[in-house]
């Protein structure tokens, strides 16, 4: 019973540090933030974190993947349904989204930090970016073939759009006016809708 107690803190106290880790990254970048920096943030002593992670590189590997991971797993979903380039663009765009707004910073520092990635780590981190990039770039080419997008450039317009949904984050106040999935909706709207138009 103790073990199963002492687990379930020790899972804790590991979550808890990545998401101090990843508000820090955000707001430092990777360089910028040291270990006694993550340690105050979550009111332990710096080596206690070693305890759960052996280093900050360890830390920001697994904060870049936790903010991958589940909007490629959610992605790759989408492309799978047979709908239209228009309506999987809208998924994809609204799921991006409401992740960044309603779960953590670890997304945008996955986009923000790619080129600041610690030497000698693996490029598993660019290569699942890449991976997630070339899904958005599948449905924008499929759209424009079949006539639903109007003529564009595939990879500028990706960069556009992720630059535009990643920006969010910079101006959203969840004690606004408006809610995540207000700003979500509107967003998708003036891709998908405005932007894309044929």
């Known amino acids: 019973m103790t073990k199963n107690k002492s687990g379930a803190v020790e899972k804790n106290m590991r979550i808890e540090l990545l998401h101090a880790a990843a508000k820090l990254f955000r707001k430092k970048g990777f360089h910028g933030t040291s270990m006694q920096d993550i340690a105050e943030a979550v009111g332990i002593l710096k080596g206690s974190i070693y305890y759960h992670f052996n280093s900050k590189n360890e830390i920001f590997r697994e904060v870049l993947i936790r903010g991958i991971n589940p ?114 909706a509107h967003m998708v709207h003036l891709v998908c809708d405005l932007m894309l138009k044929v």
Request: aromatic fraction near 10%; charged fraction near 30%; hydrophobic fraction near 40%.
């Open 71 to 184: 909007v490629i797993f959610s992605a790759e979903k989408f492309l799978k349904e047979e709908i239209s380039p228009r309506e999987k663009l809208r998924k994809l765009l609204h799921n991006h989204l409401m992740y960044i707004l309603e779960h953590n910073d670890s997304l945008v520092i996955f986009f923000q930090e790619r080129e600041k990635i610690p030497l000698g780590e693996p490029e598993s981190y660019l290569q699942k970016r890449s991976r997630y990039e070339e899904m958005l770039k599948t449905v924008l080419d499929e759209g424009v073939k079949r006539g639903d997008f109007p003529a564009i450039d595939v990879q500028l317009t990706m960069l556009a759009i992720f630059g535009m949904c990643n920006w969010v984050v910079e101006w959203y106040n969840p004690k606004g006016s408006k809610s995540a999935e207000e700003i979500a």
